[in-house]
Nanobody, 125 residues
Framework: QVQLVESGGGLVQPGGSLRLSCEVS????????MGWFRQAPGKERSLVGF????????FYSDSVKGRFTISRDNAKNTMFLQMNSLKPEDTAIYFC??????????????????WGQGTQVTVSS
């Protein structure tokens, strides 16, 4: 397993930007994919996007496509989530997650083995 630590959350006005970081430590050599999820109060945890650790392109949910970008620095074992044009409905706790399961459906939270503690993002004027 790996250990994940998110950072970069905070309060931002609508239309603003934030960049979240997810630092990965431990058995990173077995990581197949990593994802970003979010959970708003009273709602289920939902996918923001994911990226295969050896791949190039990322997959995004429709709600964030065109506004959010996932990137990673493999040398530093860090994944990023750049969030632009933020909306109040983006307010949630954001989690990064990692999985070693190659055949798991990467859109599902239960496909991931390791989770960070989460970081709060609040979009409000």
């Amino acid at each position: 397993q790996v250990q994940l630590v998110e950072s970069g959350g905070g309060l931002v006005q609508p239309g603003g930007s934030l960049r979240l970081s997810c630092e990965v430590s431990g058995r990173t050599d077995r990581t197949y994919a990593m994802g970003w999820f979010r959970q708003a109060p009273g709602k289920e945890r939902s996918l923001v996007g994911f990226v295969r650790w050896s791949g190039v392109s990322a997959f995004y949910s429709d709600s964030v496509k065109g506004r959010f970008t996932i990137s990673r620095d493999n040398a530093k074992n860090t994944m990023f989530l750049q969030m632009n044009s933020l909306k109040p409905e983006d307010t949630a706790i954001y989690f990064c997650a990692a999985t070693i399961r190659i055949l798991a459906p990467l859109m599902r939270p239960d496909s991931y083995d390791s989770w960070g503690q989460g970081t709060q993002v609040t979009v409000s004027s």
